[in-house]
């Protein structure tokens, strides 16, 4: 208990309305997607007694609708670019883009595209090829920028080297290796449309080509004391500029280079990235947020001597992900602890040191800060969803833990006494809606039952368990509960074939479990776990009915005191490094032999004592920063994943694609 009593100390010291709208799109488009079609058999069509007239084609229909804009690269127009407005595919992740009409932007860069809008309301973006930037007729520039929805788009729009970024990393989980093709499936329409509001309401503003205004102006940057988000503009100003330096230029060598060999600003920029012979700027774009650790001194060195856009990072950086980070004055933060996000996308975090719980929007906006009378709060520590999107919050200096429904109203505060809640931490749902809590001080597991509304529970501490300080807590797809014990460095199973009334305790040598205080499960169900005072993830694998762990430290990840970790839906392990407020990641594929890790620090996040993490449906990823007093969020970095109790509700892993 010592150990970690100092680290909760440690912790101590240490446009809203457009948002909802876009969210509430997103909510009625997923809604639309089953199919309400019957099956009964069709009547045979009766034999006509004269001969049928031939009918008279249908006229191709005249476009009801038309958005008008200018293609622009770096500060002057492009002129001769084709531009295509599409609707975003709708059936499968990055397929199914379809053309709504085109245009050819004239001398000034102007255009003007004519179109009929879907029947159903769907996600729009133009897409801008080739023309001249100014030297010379270039088949290599690529240029894109979000629309936002087909019954409001944003009218008239600027396409340039800006939204570019924008929409090429806000929507990197969305959009296809050539830059061009976005989609989703209906079960994640939301997901794609909050990567959307990300691009324009976040990064860049469509309209003007300029950056959004929650960012701060270049003004404010350019002072003694520059704000925070300075960072990401920075970044936009900085990769826009790398785009630019092609756009503008007369296009690649006929037969790319390598990347070393590259010399010219575009070969650099199309070789480095990794785009093929033939490719396009939009390529490039969508490889370097896909791969933001690549090539970056090289790609950072291609900016011409007078970049358009400023201001702009001044060194290379060691990646090329955009953070941002919302901070007390706007969230009224306090040593917050634990983040998840709703089924809506919204983004909850527990404040340990101001008792309450506050909500954010999809995109990071302050909606409200929650204490409400009767509900206990106590140093809130664990956050859960459950699959109707109530909030449940531990109370880590209490023996209760708190329910809160999606608008942030009490509707109760349970310590049930056969749960028997002693300092509670961890907290999950099963697939059956029960609650589950992981107790350090009890050392004990307690069950709340869905099937009497939460009125009543259970405590688990079977002998083989060896509980001893547990914190974090999952479940399998086999409905068996995990929990990490800090103080016993060993990991717990209960298992459901037993009711909960077998447990195995494991700590295999080889796992070099060290003060264990995350733990996540992936999609073969192997447990994952961060060792608050070592310098490694572990990992005990199911093929040997987990006898067999393993320790993973690649240098890249740069591991120092993980406090946490989430699984995305491909299964790269992202944890939060407290001791040295960084950002890792175990890319997918470790194993015995070999372990590939990044790790990720821009002064955007800001990232102060990070303690919790969580990952969205858009593939963001989202941190509580208990010393800095903010939340950080990394936009597109990771692959778009669930709702735990809804993923293992369907049957799928707690951190399943949506």
Not at 65 to 74: C, D, H, L, T
Not at 612 to 625: K, L, M, P, R, S
Request: hydrophobic share 40%; charged share 10%.
């Amino acid at each position: 208990m010592v150990a970690l009593t100092r680290t909760i100390r440690t912790f101590r010291v240490a446009d809203l309305c457009a948002v909802a709208f876009v969210v509430a799109i997103a909510m009625a488009i997923a809604g639309c997607s089953g199919d309400s079609s019957g099956h009964a058999n069709p009547s045979p069509t009766p034999t006509p007694l004269v001969p049928t007239p031939t009918p008279t084609p249908s006229p191709t229909p005249t476009p009801v609708a038309s958005i008008s804009g200018r293609v622009m690269g770096g500060l002057g127009p492009i002129s001769g670019s084709q531009v295509t407005l599409y609707e975003a595919g709708h059936d499968a992740y990055r397929a199914g883009a379809t053309a709504l009409g085109t245009a050819t932007a004239d001398p000034d860069g102007r255009f003007t595209i004519g179109f009929t809008p879907p029947v159903t309301r769907r996600l729009l973006y133009l897409v801008g090829r080739g023309g001249n930037g100014g030297g010379g007729v270039n088949s290599a520039i690529g240029l894109m920028g979000v629309v936002g929805l087909s019954d409001a788009p944003v009218d008239p729009v600027t396409l340039n080297e800006l939204t570019t970024v924008a929409g090429e990393w806000a929507l990197s989980q969305f959009i296809d290796s050539t830059g061009a093709q976005a989609g989703a499936p209906g079960s994640n329409t939301a997901g794609m449309l909050i990567a959307a509001a990300q691009a324009f309401d976040n990064l860049v503003d469509t309209g003007s080509g300029k950056p959004a205004s929650h960012l701060p102006s270049a003004l404010a940057c350019s002072s003694g004391l520059p704000p925070v988000n300075c960072d990401g503009l920075d970044r936009l100003n900085t990769l826009a500029n790398i785009l630019a330096a092609c756009v503008q230029s007369a296009g690649p060598s006929v037969s790319l280079p390598s990347c070393g060999a590259a010399a010219s600003a575009c070969d650099i920029v199309l070789a480095c990235s990794g785009t093929p012979v033939g490719g396009s700027t939009l390529q490039a774009a969508h490889s370097i947020a896909a791969n933001p650790a690549g090539n970056v001194s090289h790609l950072f060195a291609a900016q011409s001597l007078a970049p358009p856009y400023q201001p702009i990072l001044t060194v290379a950086p060691d990646g090329f992900e955009i953070a941002l980070n919302i901070g007390t004055p706007v969230a009224d933060f306090d040593n917050p602890l634990s983040v998840e996000v709703d089924l809506s996308g919204n983004v909850w975090v527990a404040n340990a040191g101001g008792n309450s719980v506050v909500k954010l929007s999809p995109t990071g906006r302050f909606i409200d800060n929650f204490s409400p009378a009767g509900a206990r709060f106590s140093r809130p520590y664990g956050l859960a969803i459950s699959a109707k999107g109530d909030v449940w919050i531990t109370n880590s200096a209490d023996a209760s833990v708190t329910q809160l429904d999606s608008a942030g109203d009490l509707i109760a505060n349970r310590s049930p006494a056969g749960a028997l809640i002693d300092q509670p931490y961890g907290i999950e749902f099963d697939a059956a809606d029960n609650v589950w809590i992981a107790n350090y001080a009890g050392n004990r597991v307690s069950e709340l039952l869905a099937s009497d509304h939460y009125e009543s529970g259970l405590n688990f501490a079977p002998a083989g368990a060896n509980l001893n300080g547990p914190v974090s807590i999952g479940i399998d797809t086999d409905a068996n509960v995990w929990t990490s014990n800090f103080n016993g460095n060993s990991i717990s199973q209960l298992t459901a074939s037993s009711s909960y009334g077998t447990g195995f305790n494991f700590a295999p040598a080889a796992a070099f479990f060290n003060s264990p205080l995350g733990l996540g499960l992936d999609a073969s169900n192997n447990v994952w776990v961060a060792n608050f005072d070592g310098l490694n993830l572990s990992e005990l694998t199911a093929s040997s009915s987990y006898a067999t762990g393993l320790s993973f430290s690649p240098a890249g990840a740069a591991l120092n005191g993980p406090v946490r970790l989430k699984l995305d839906s491909a299964d790269n392990v992202w944890t939060v490094n407290f001791d040295t407020g960084t950002l890792g990641v175990l890319l997918a594929g470790c194993n015995s032999v070999s372990c590939e890790g990044l790790n990720f620090d821009p002064l955007g996040a800001a990232l102060n004592s990070p303690t919790g993490i969580t990952v969205d449906a858009a593939g963001n990823i989202w941190i509580a920063n208990s010393g800095g007093h903010s939340v950080s969020e990394f936009i597109g970095l990771a692959t778009p994943t669930g709702v735990p109790a809804l993923c293992l509700k369907a049957g799928h892993p707690a951190s399943c694609l949506p």
